[in-house]
Nanobody, 114 residues
């Protein structure tokens, strides 16, 4: 199963970026979707997730700045990143969780300059 993440790039601190994740193989509305950040030299950590009833969950570090959402008609999950900080730099991976199995995308790189 392959997830395609996109939208990463170089952004200045305080700026905004929107990441997208889609798949042609699975139907997202049945899955708990998540975005993870792997910062340089660190382990992959959960940034935000959204359940099948659209209830979001956020890491404390991004609360009030990031918003996760899903568009079931487009089979796409988004991560709207506002007021980004240099600590938000890293590779962002989308994930799909169902029945104890987690599927991953290839990651998209976000670099926040100070």
């Amino acid at each position: 199963v392959q997830l395609q993440a996109s939208g990463g790039g170089l952004v200045q601190a305080g700026g905004s970026l929107r990441l997208s994740c889609t798949s042609s193989r699975i139907t997202f509305r049945f899955y708990v979707m998540g975005w993870y950040l792997q910062a340089p030299g660190k382990q992959r950590e959960l940034v935000a997730s959204i359940g099948t009833t659209d209830i979001p969950n956020y890491a404390d570090s991004v609360k009030g700045r990031f918003t996760i959402s899903r568009d079931n008609a487009k089979n796409t999950v988004y991560l709207q990143m506002n007021n980004v900080k240099p600590d938000d730099t890293g590779v962002y991976y989308c994930s799909a969780l169902f029945g104890g199995s987690t599927y991953w995308g290839q990651g998209t790189l976000v670099t926040v300059s100070s």
